[in-house]
């Protein structure tokens, strides 16, 4: 978990530390005023369960290897580019904390490496270094900009609007001026660096679609134009799977528009992504099966989209920081999506690693003995899978009094509720059709329903104001009140498949109108009624205070670089 052990990086790390060096001697002061308890900070590491993530390397050759290897040191490029982008003294304070002598600096050194900063991203922001609050605009404008200098400078300076709302440009200050300056020059030495790299993995690799996509790439960060390179991703068809970039927004929190960057370097499952597509080939059928009337059904979904399931072997930058992802859609880029789709990537062995150390133990507190039985990580797996799949079904653009309109414009604030919900249980309702027609595996029925009630704690662990969170209470109360699930004596959940079965079906039923007719008011009533946390509900979730929030990855080929 180092984030600069990389040897590509020791040159610069060198100078990053001569210069701070520098700087805080002239300046006198230190970046660390103030520092959170080491009881607080331990506590807080403790909600991540560290885990090795393991994937099988045997069956690459040893030149895809090879390109592996270059690939993961790119990628660490990342990790010191995402941590300038969150905050621009951060690299200051690692400094700092790593000449530190004082015992607690060690903890919140480790921690600091987690949350790529001072601000712990497992409890809303807060710093435990220092008392600053987490600038919304991160690094990517300059401190303390507004939104309001910087959309009255655009409206000023017309002719820079593109310039300024580009995702891959940052804001600074010029004499009483605003300018905006590509990352490619920006962050001019770790994107030649990863350049170099990618265009020697696309020289290694004998697969020539990495090769296309890696040699675009590398010309992609250095002209900032990403396009062709994000089409040529989507044509990925090896063993390697590779991201590497700036994607999401997320982090500017001032305005949304500038990337973060990441890396995901994976070796794809084959075998298990072409079951995925099978299922997606599905997606009409599907449909037509829903338990709604035949005339609000809406078939013809577009483009088709890939859906593919690798192992992590390697990730750094954003997606790093705090809650680790286990699946994503990409590209961003609409043109992109539009020509070709977008690729929903789902990484199994980080599921495998979170079913283990963070689902599992919840399981355990909230089903009966009989149903504990009855779980396995292939069905969860496929829930995570069925509900992607899942929002891709049901209405979409509707009529409501004979205007057009979306489900989404209809339902207002209600929408995401509804529609996490929705994805939940058509997700199962669909699991069963794909057993049913032999598509899926018969012996995933007899583990399928305990599995998803036993999921339904860990989601309302987080609260039910949010729009999963929430979702989940409407479906756990609802089958609570068919039926279909009980309270043992015990105080744990058992579930009835027969009943549930039939109440999964009316609840999908009850959603899928209320999406179809745009019914605000009813969707409204019927949230009400049950999106609560019910006292035996609550008591399980009490049980559940030790149980870790997320894990915290390490990776074997870091290692494995490190010792050469
Ligand atoms: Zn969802």
């Given at each position: 978990m180092d984030v600069f052990r990389g040897c590509i990086m020791?040159?610069?790390?060198?100078?990053?530390?001569?210069?701070?060096?520098?700087?805080?001697?002239?300046?006198?002061?230190?970046?660390?005023?103030?520092?959170?308890?080491?009881?607080h900070i331990r506590a807080q590491m403790e909600k991540l369960s560290p885990v090795e993530l393991t994937c099988d390397l045997s069956k690459l050759s040893d030149?895809?290897?090879?390109?592996?290897?270059?690939?993961?040191?790119?990628?660490?490029?990342?990790?010191?580019?995402?941590?300038?982008?969150?905050?621009?003294?951060?690299?200051?304070?690692?400094?700092?904390?790593?000449?530190?002598?004082?015992?607690?600096d060690t903890l919140?050194?480790?921690?600091?490496?987690?949350?790529?900063?001072?601000?712990?991203?497992?409890?809303?922001?807060?710093?435990?270094?220092?008392?600053?609050?987490?600038?919304?605009?991160?690094?990517?404008?300059?401190?303390?900009?507004?939104?309001?200098?910087?959309?009255?400078?655009?409206?000023?300076?017309?002719?820079?609007?593109?310039?300024?709302?580009s995702n891959f440009t940052v804001i600074r200050r010029q004499n009483s001026a605003l300018a905006a300056i590509p990352y490619s020059r920006f962050y001019q030495d770790?994107?030649?660096?990863?350049?170099?790299?990618?265009?020697?993995?696309?020289?290694?690799?004998?697969?020539?679609?990495?090769?296309?996509?890696?040699?675009?790439?590398?010309?992609?960060?250095?002209?900032?134009?990403?396009?062709?390179?994000?089409?040529?991703?989507?044509d990925l068809a090896g063993d390697i799977e590779v991201v590497i970039g700036p994607?999401?927004?997320?982090?500017?929190?001032?305005?949304?528009?500038?990337?973060?960057?990441?890396?995901?370097?994976?070796?794809?499952?084959?075998?298990a992504s072409s079951k995925l597509q099978e299922i997606v080939s599905c997606l009409d059928a599907m449909e037509n099966a829903l338990p709604m009337p035949q005339e609000l059904k809406r078939f013809s979904r577009g483009k088709f989209s890939p859906i593919k399931v690798v192992n992590l072997?390697?990730?750094?930058?954003?997606?790093?920081?705090?809650?680790?992802?286990?699946?994503?859609?990409?590209?961003?880029?609409?043109?992109?999506?539009?020509s070709k789709g977008s690729k929903k990537v789902m990484l199994k062995n980080v599921m495998r690693a979170k079913f283990e150390k963070c689902w599992i133990p919840?399981?355990?507190?909230?089903?009966?003995e009989k149903d504990l039985n009855r779980v396995s990580f292939d069905a969860y797996f496929n829930e995570v899978v069925m509900h992607e799949v899942s929002h891709g079904l049901g209405p979409g653009k509707i009529a409501v009094a004979g205007v057009q309109t979306t489900v989404n414009k209809a339902l207002k604030?209600?929408?995401?509720?509804?529609?996490?919900?929705?994805?939940?249980?058509?997700?199962?309702?669909?699991?069963?059709?794909?057993?049913?027609?032999?598509?899926?595996?018969?012996?995933?029925?007899?583990?399928?329903?305990?599995?998803?009630?036993?999921?339904?704690?860990r989601s309302i662990r987080f609260g039910i104001d949010e729009a999963h969170g929430g979702g989940v209470a409407i479906q756990l109360n609802y089958y609570l009140d068919q039926g279909a699930s009980k309270r043992e004596p015990d105080g744990r959940f058992s579930v009835d498949d027969a009943r549930m079965k039939q109440s999964v079906r009316n609840l999908a039923s009850e959603l899928l109108i209320l999406e179809a007719k745009g019914d605000y008011d009813g969707a409204k009533a019927f949230v009400q009624k049950y999106r609560n946390l019910r006292p035996d509900v609550s008591s399980v979730l009490e049980k559940l205070k030790n149980v870790p929030v997320d894990i915290l990855p390490m990776y074997p080929i870091e290692r494995d670089l490190d010792s050469h």
């Amino acid at each position: 978990m180092d984030v600069f052990r990389g040897c590509i990086m020791q040159v610069h790390r060198r100078l990053v530390f001569l210069l701070s060096v520098l700087l805080l001697s002239a300046c006198g002061g230190k970046m660390i005023r103030k520092r959170a308890s080491a009881e607080h900070i331990r506590a807080q590491m403790e909600k991540l369960s560290p885990v090795e993530l393991t994937c099988d390397l045997s069956k690459l050759s040893d030149q895809e290897m090879e390109t592996l290897k270059l690939l993961v040191k790119a990628a660490r490029c990342t990790d010191t580019l995402f941590l300038k982008q969150v905050y621009g003294r951060n690299l200051d304070m690692l400094v700092e904390l790593k000449k530190s002598t004082l015992p607690e600096d060690t903890l919140a050194l480790a921690f600091f490496r987690v949350m790529f900063g001072p601000w712990n991203r497992l409890d809303g922001n807060k710093p435990f270094l220092n008392d600053r609050p987490k600038p919304a605009e991160a690094d990517f404008y300059p401190e303390g900009m507004t939104k309001e200098e910087f959309e009255s400078w655009i409206k000023a300076h017309p002719d820079a609007r593109n310039a300024f709302e580009s995702n891959f440009t940052v804001i600074r200050r010029q004499n009483s001026a605003l300018a905006a300056i590509p990352y490619s020059r920006f962050y001019q030495d770790q994107i030649l660096t990863m350049s170099e790299l990618l265009n020697q993995a696309a020289r290694r690799t004998a697969d020539p679609s990495l090769k296309a996509y890696l040699e675009s790439r590398a010309q992609a960060l250095l002209t900032d134009d990403y396009y062709d390179s994000d089409m040529k991703w989507m044509d990925l068809a090896g063993d390697i799977e590779v991201v590497i970039g700036p994607y999401e927004v997320y982090e500017d929190r001032l305005l949304g528009y500038k990337a973060a960057f990441e890396s995901f370097v994976c070796l794809v499952d084959h075998e298990a992504s072409s079951k995925l597509q099978e299922i997606v080939s599905c997606l009409d059928a599907m449909e037509n099966a829903l338990p709604m009337p035949q005339e609000l059904k809406r078939f013809s979904r577009g483009k088709f989209s890939p859906i593919k399931v690798v192992n992590l072997v390697y990730s750094a930058g954003e997606t790093k920081a705090g809650v680790q992802t286990a699946a994503f859609n990409l590209p961003n880029d609409e043109r992109v999506r539009e020509s070709k789709g977008s690729k929903k990537v789902m990484l199994k062995n980080v599921m495998r690693a979170k079913f283990e150390k963070c689902w599992i133990p919840i399981v355990r507190e909230a089903l009966s003995e009989k149903d504990l039985n009855r779980v396995s990580f292939d069905a969860y797996f496929n829930e995570v899978v069925m509900h992607e799949v899942s929002h891709g079904l049901g209405p979409g653009k509707i009529a409501v009094a004979g205007v057009q309109t979306t489900v989404n414009k209809a339902l207002k604030d209600l929408y995401s509720t509804v529609e996490e919900c929705k994805a939940d249980v058509l997700g199962v309702l669909n699991t069963q059709f794909l057993i049913d027609r032999g598509i899926l595996a018969k012996p995933l029925e007899n583990v399928l329903y305990a599995t998803m009630l036993g999921g339904m704690f860990r989601s309302i662990r987080f609260g039910i104001d949010e729009a999963h969170g929430g979702g989940v209470a409407i479906q756990l109360n609802y089958y609570l009140d068919q039926g279909a699930s009980k309270r043992e004596p015990d105080g744990r959940f058992s579930v009835d498949d027969a009943r549930m079965k039939q109440s999964v079906r009316n609840l999908a039923s009850e959603l899928l109108i209320l999406e179809a007719k745009g019914d605000y008011d009813g969707a409204k009533a019927f949230v009400q009624k049950y999106r609560n946390l019910r006292p035996d509900v609550s008591s399980v979730l009490e049980k559940l205070k030790n149980v870790p929030v997320d894990i915290l990855p390490m990776y074997p080929i870091e290692r494995d670089l490190d010792s050469h």
